[in-house]
């Protein structure tokens, strides 16, 4: 194997699929990225066996071949390497890198040690927009949980319909459900669950990117694709194991009415959201109390060894006005699903003590926050 | 107690003294910070027994007096109240805060309780301006290191001489002199051992400072004051525990000749030595070359599990450039000491495999980085 290429191509291509490698104790194998030169294609992988990472880059190939080297050393090494033209080649598994005046040698493994990253054969093409995929699973991914007595709520939940994808997470807490449109619908009904790692792991790859996702989808996994805008050859495959089982049939937890109902300006919200949370104490308890008199809300917080808080927030309420109630929540739930307000003001709707609350967007209708109250003991 | 005060002015207050508070588990006391109000005055206080931070304010009094609650609770609250008028008022042992339609009670505890920071008595002042202090201890300060055997190299050996101020610290690997010059010199020779955890804080407190500071020293302890410009009431004193013991005479430690003296490009030399810190493996230790054919040195690290990495620089060679000689370095020590080079070139003088190593500023000749080699087994 011999090759030619920029620094700074290299590097892009470490960054996506380093962040897989260099974390198992057990099989060391699996700390190394895969090099492999086939053509005028540079293609490099890792894979934690759950997830698998490819990219591809075009240089200058003098001689095909392959080899297995350690991410981490590999990718701190190329870093600190300047802007230049990198000389690769490997050498009786040893790896020789020559930029300027920098002469190294890493020692490699064989790449016959590295574990096959499956291929997904399936025909159907799914197409989404990456930026929008990232924006959406941002918004839910958080609030999945690794649970090994309900494996299935441990990822996030892929709904294609023919009005395109709706994605779900919850953690029995609180849920999260956001739709999204596709580029091109699928033929039929699929759907999935992807591991939270795999998804965290695709927001933060696809994120720079502005073009379009490719996914194919077999019984067991998923591949995420992405073409090079000259050539339409893969730039990058991401390639992840489902999870097991049926996904909780949730619709019926989204209330569809609320007691009260009202729309608040959403950065003063979370501000006296943070101010109680300093007296909620271990239970991370604050009360949300309707003031029809005042027309707005009450946040409260009490705790007999560190003191108390108490302020109003005005708010405009659609419904419900002459109706009080004082509910407890968990203050950091209420804050997560805030933060993925995007709008000034969030619509809040409120079904008393032990009923499911909602925080959602006042206008935008495709995003919506379910919160369960802490239930009086 | 009854007072009205800006958020603006408390919140820079607690911000200044809360860093000492709210890290003593035995005695729980020092997690709280004083509250005193005396005519037109705020003054806050905090300590940890070695080092005491007061900070006072301009208020509108309403009535005198004092108490002590938990700082981390009264920070992160003020913090998030908005940039408001604030009425604090101390009843029975519990503070009551209100701002705009937020009400808060914080439970206190009597300032009796509080332990008493030491007031210095001594008249002899010096003058320092706060920037040039700040500057000279940030470049020294990191190389003094906790050492129960040797207590007295566990601070910042502070020199007041007659031409000025001599700042030292030393680990016994490294050590670095920074030399500054005061506004106002003391009569006499004066010379004292502050604690890392102090200088460390008056460093951070005084960095947002622009004037002058005045010092006063007693033989256990040391008081550095700000002035408010308006009234001269002070606006911060620091005062600081003093380490006991003689400070090592280190004089004879740093050397006065080279066997070869270099210049070379900083930024670069850097670079270099991180590259080759990848292959140095858990000693740390990488190699420094003089290659008098190409003019310039070689910075070289092997390790037979990673591998091995090679570089050359150019440079220019003021001394012995028809000397070689290769010299094993920790390249942590190198590069902490590089980092504090500001200029864009760099003086290296080099003594051989065991004699001390100089890096200083290719012209400033106030500061100075001593190393000594990793001796070969």
Not at 39 to 49: C, G, P, R, V
Not at 131 to 149: K, M, T, Y
Not at 245 to 250: S, T
């Amino acid at each position: 194997m011999k090759l030619i290429i920029l620094k700074e191509n290299l590097n892009k291509g470490l960054n996506i699929v380093g962040r897989v490698a260099g974390k198992n104790l057990t099989l060391p194998i699996l700390n190394n990225i895969l090099i492999e030169v086939k053509k005028n294609f540079l293609n490099i992988s890792s894979t934690d066996l759950e997830l698998g990472i490819k990219y591809w880059t075009l240089v200058k190939t003098e001689k095909e071949g392959s080899i297995t080297v350690p991410a981490k050393i590999l990718m701190s090494f190329i870093n600190l390497l300047p802007d230049k033209k990198i000389n690769i080649e490997a050498k009786n598994q040893d790896l020789f890198i020559q930029c300027e005046e920098n002469q190294t040698k890493i020692k490699g493994q064989s790449p016959e040690e590295f574990p096959i990253i499956p291929i997904i054969e399936e025909n159907e093409i799914i197409e989404i927009s990456a930026p929008v995929l990232c924006e959406g699973l941002s918004r839910v991914v958080d609030f999945s949980i690794l649970n090994q007595a309900r494996p299935e709520i441990s990822g996030v939940y892929f709904n294609f319909q023919k009005e395109g994808l709706v994605l779900t997470t919850t953690d029995s807490f609180r849920l999260a459900e956001k739709r999204i449109t596709l580029i091109k619908n699928p033929t039929k009904n699929i759907s999935f669950i992807l591991p939270q790692k795999s998804t965290r792991e695709l927001v933060n790859i696809f994120s720079e990117y502005q073009g379009n996702i490719k996914l194919r989808v077999s019984p067991n996994q998923v591949l995420f694709e992405y073409l090079m805008t000259e050539t339409s050859h893969p730039e990058i495959q991401i390639i992840s194991r489902l999870i097991d089982g049926e996904y909780p049939d949730y619709q019926s937890i989204i209330p569809k009415k609320y007691e009260v109902e009202l729309i608040i300006e959403k950065d003063q919200l979370i501000n006296q959201i943070k101010t109680a949370s300093i007296f909620s104490g271990k239970s991370n308890e604050i009360k949300v109390k309707t003031d029809s008199k005042k027309g707005g809300i009450e946040i409260l917080s009490q705790n007999p060894e560190l003191g108390e808080n108490k302020g109003f927030l005005p708010a405009k309420i659609l419904q419900g006005a002459n109706k009080e109630m004082e509910i407890a929540f968990n203050y950091k739930f209420l804050i997560d699903g805030l933060n993925n307000i995007k709008s000034k003001n969030t619509f809040i709707g409120l079904n008393g003590e032990e009923g499911p609350a909602v925080i959602k967007p006042d206008k935008d209708t495709t995003y919506v926050y379910v919160v369960m109250p802490i239930k009086s003991s």
